[in-house]
């Protein structure tokens, strides 16, 4: 079956048994292509000053939290950390920040935690938009992965939830994939589920826009209202949380179906709904799980959403993650020739 935007946006709709059988049978085409391996990514939340508004997010510039970034030292320890426990790899989260500064500081963390892994740790980074040359400089201190969620493909959309001016522009955002991807960078985008006026069409676009983009891995998951963000205040119709919780489920299991040797992660927001959130997306076709490394005291001011949560419970699923590995997509050996 050909997967366009009819029959996507058919699985989106999906409801009881029917859903159900979605689900499983993208399960079921995960194991037969890349296998139930679920790999690790320990998640460091480096800093939350970031220079853009996004008016749906919970650390937007404007937003009354706190600001803090982590030392040098705690990253290290964070790396460490994982590194002790075989973890495979790290993510390197934060705000957008293009200062000089910050830009020297990753990338010798990069060096950093390269060095005392013996390069063993893989490294993502999910820093923003940044110039093609800073992307190129963190590729060559050590990062090969890059998370940039385009957050909704839909241009009208997007200008519906970012401020309208050129710091929050779409087209500097598909720029920035393309820049990512000519570096060298497995590459991953991603969108949010259940924004006000979004439909399963937009949401079906997503899905196809992703397999145009051609990339490795992706990151999504569901909108949750941030106190106090312009989004989260304005009037209107909203999907009640259960249905953006099974959209993204759906969202999963669709994407899975499409690309079927990339890698999905079970997304952190989508457990801030349901308890089993993870593992049900686990169940679905995702494949990569961010444990949060951050440390404890500053976890409060990266609330990027309410009820985030706060730690992680691995035991269920503890038989199928591949401790040690870095669990490279087979999206991104095929894409640049290897095999
Ligand atoms: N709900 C869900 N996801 C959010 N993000 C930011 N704010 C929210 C929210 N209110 C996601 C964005 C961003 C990532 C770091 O966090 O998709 O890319």
Same mark, same amino acid.
């Given at each position: 079956m050909?997967?366009?935007?009819?029959?996507?946006?058919?699985?989106?709709?999906?409801?009881g048994?029917?859903?159900?059988?979605?689900?499983?049978?993208a399960?079921?085409?995960?194991?037969?292509? /890349?296998?139930?391996?679920?790999?690790l990514?320990?998640?460091?939340?480096?800093? %939350?000053?970031?220079?853009?508004?996004?008016?749906?997010?919970?650390i937007?510039?404007?937003?009354?939290?706190?600001?803090?970034?982590?030392?040098?030292?705690?990253?290290?320890?964070?790396?460490?950390f994982?590194?002790? %426990?075989?973890?495979?790899?790290?993510?390197?989260?934060?705000?957008?920040?293009q200062? $000089?500064?910050?830009?020297?500081?990753?990338?010798? !963390?990069?060096?950093? /935690?390269?060095?005392?892994?013996?390069?063993?740790?893989?490294?993502?980074?999910? !820093?923003?938009?940044?110039?093609?040359?800073?992307?190129?400089?963190?590729?060559?201190?050590g990062?090969? $992965?890059?998370? =940039?969620?385009?957050?909704?493909?839909?241009?009208?959309?997007?200008?519906?939830?970012?401020?309208?001016?050129?710091?929050?522009?779409?087209?500097?955002?598909?720029?920035?994939?393309?820049?990512?991807?000519?570096?060298?960078?497995?590459?991953?985008t991603?969108v949010?589920?259940?924004?006000?006026?979004?439909?399963?069409?937009?949401?079906?676009?997503?899905?196809?826009?992703?397999?145009?983009?051609? /990339?490795?891995?992706?990151?999504?998951?569901?909108?949750?209202?941030?106190?106090?963000?312009?989004?989260?205040?304005?009037?209107?119709?909203?999907?009640?949380?259960?249905?953006?919780?099974?959209?993204?489920?759906?969202?999963?299991?669709?994407?899975?179906?499409?690309?079927?040797?990339? %890698?999905i992660?079970a997304?952190t927001?989508?457990?801030? +709904?349901?308890?089993?959130?993870?593992? $049900?997306? /686990?169940?679905?076709?995702?494949?990569?799980i961010?444990?949060? =490394?951050?440390?404890?005291?500053?976890?409060?001011?990266y609330f990027?959403?309410?009820?985030?949560?706060?730690?992680f419970d691995?035991?269920? +699923?503890?038989?199928?993650?591949?401790?040690?590995?870095?669990?490279?997509?087979?999206?991104?050996?095929?894409?640049?020739?290897?095999?």
């Open positions: 050909t997967l366009g935007i009819d029959e996507l946006a058919g699985m989106l709709s999906a409801e048994d029917e859903m159900e059988a979605l689900l499983e049978s399960g079921k085409l995960k194991k037969e292509t /890349i296998g139930d391996g679920i790999y990514r320990g998640l460091i939340e480096y800093s %939350n000053i970031c220079r853009k508004d996004c008016l749906y997010c919970g937007r510039r404007s937003a009354a939290v706190g600001c803090y970034t982590l030392s040098e030292e705690e990253v290290l320890e964070c790396a460490r994982a590194h002790r %426990n075989n973890y495979g790899s790290v993510v390197i989260q934060g705000g957008e920040n200062s $000089r500064e910050h830009i020297e500081t990753i990338a010798r !963390l990069v060096r950093q /935690i390269k060095e005392l892994s013996c390069g063993g740790l893989g490294i993502t980074l999910s !820093l923003g938009e940044q110039t093609e040359e800073t992307y190129r400089r963190w590729f060559e201190a990062a090969h $992965r890059y998370l =940039l969620r385009i957050e909704t493909s839909d241009e009208r959309l997007y200008r519906s939830i970012h401020p309208d001016d050129s710091l929050h522009s779409y087209a500097l955002r598909l720029e920035a994939l393309e820049a990512l991807k000519r570096c060298g960078y497995q590459v991953g991603g949010m589920i259940g924004l006000p006026g979004q439909g399963v069409e937009d949401l079906a676009r997503d899905l196809l826009f992703m397999r145009d983009m051609d /990339i490795d891995m992706c990151g999504m998951g569901p909108y949750v209202e941030s106190q106090q963000t312009p989004l989260a205040c304005a009037s209107g119709p909203r999907l009640p949380l259960e249905k953006r919780y099974g959209l993204s489920l759906k969202m999963v299991a669709a994407l899975r179906m499409l690309m079927p040797d990339i %890698n992660a997304t927001a989508l457990q801030a +709904i349901f308890p089993q959130g993870r593992l $049900r997306a /686990i169940g679905a076709g995702a494949n990569v961010m444990p949060n =490394l951050t440390p404890a005291t500053y976890r409060e001011s990027l959403y309410d009820n985030k949560p706060l730690s691995s035991k269920i +699923i503890e038989n199928n993650i591949r401790y040690g590995e870095w669990g490279d997509p087979v999206h991104f050996s095929k894409r640049s020739g290897d095999c």
